[in-house]
């Protein structure tokens, strides 16, 4: 069982892996930025299962479910088993998150003209599809119901600094995070620091990006989806039939962990978007990450 207590070494966010390889130690030296270690991926998966699954949480009563809650609960899934995907580098040097957190931008207005802010969403690797909806929507309808929240107050605070104060604040700010001294009010709210990013391009209309990682904070990974597109194919005994796939991307960073562990988590990943109907019961175990 990995440890859930604090020693020294370790940050608010996350705890030092002390028993990685040479070459996974060194490499946050090499690649120092979180930009000179993105890896780029695309892929796509056939929607008729998540179709039918969404149909059926919908006439249960989960109005609104949809396919940005079965990538979010796949994903969820998939870091219970490979925790290694969790990890984040922070002052050249590899932790285990304690959270699961994704982050996504969300309209504060449900209109075209509506003020976009950010939210964070805390999940349990233990969590069902059904969990990660109810925690995704009751963080939607918090930041919806709010006049301003946390992260927009600290934007505008943010905003009232001069430029040239405002960059010095910003390095202060990126200083502090790599002693691992940022205070947890703004570890809190920051959409810097987190397990995931996730954008829905499919809102829009259009393909996936690839959406850069940012440099500052320490989110690893960046997953872009696109919208549902439908073609004709031809199937196993040479009939035409339409299929409906939805397109997305990841950008990772590679300094967390190797490549086969990556693929190996990636694979997993897109086999609960075939077979959603697993993520209605928790995993039979939650795998944790190495000391």
Known sequence: ??????????????????????YSTVSPYIMVERGDAQNYFADHFDTAEADRYVREKRNGGLGGF??????LAAYVRMLSQKPGI???????????????????????????DGVDTVIKVEFQPSDTAEDVYRRFRSAVAKAQGEAESSFDGTAKILNYIPGLLKKFAVWVLKLLDYF?????ALLNVSPF?????ITSMGSLGIPPIFHHLYNFGNVPVFLAFGAKKTEKQEDDLGNVVRKSSIDYTFVTDERICDGYYYASGLKLFRSYLSNPFALDVPPQKIVDDIE
């Open 1 to 22: 069982m990995t440890r859930t207590r604090r020693r020294f070494g370790d940050r608010k966010d996350g705890r030092k892996i002390r028993s990685l390889n040479p």
């Open 66 to 71: 949809g396919i940005l809650h079965v990538l």
């Open 86 to 112: 969790n990890r984040f580098v922070a002052g050249q040097k590899i932790y285990a998150r304690w959270k699961i957190v994704v982050n996504m931008v969300v309209k504060r207005q449900l209109r075209i």
């Open 180 to 184: 691992g001294l940022l205070p947890g």
């Open 193 to 197: 620091h987190g397990s995931l990013f």
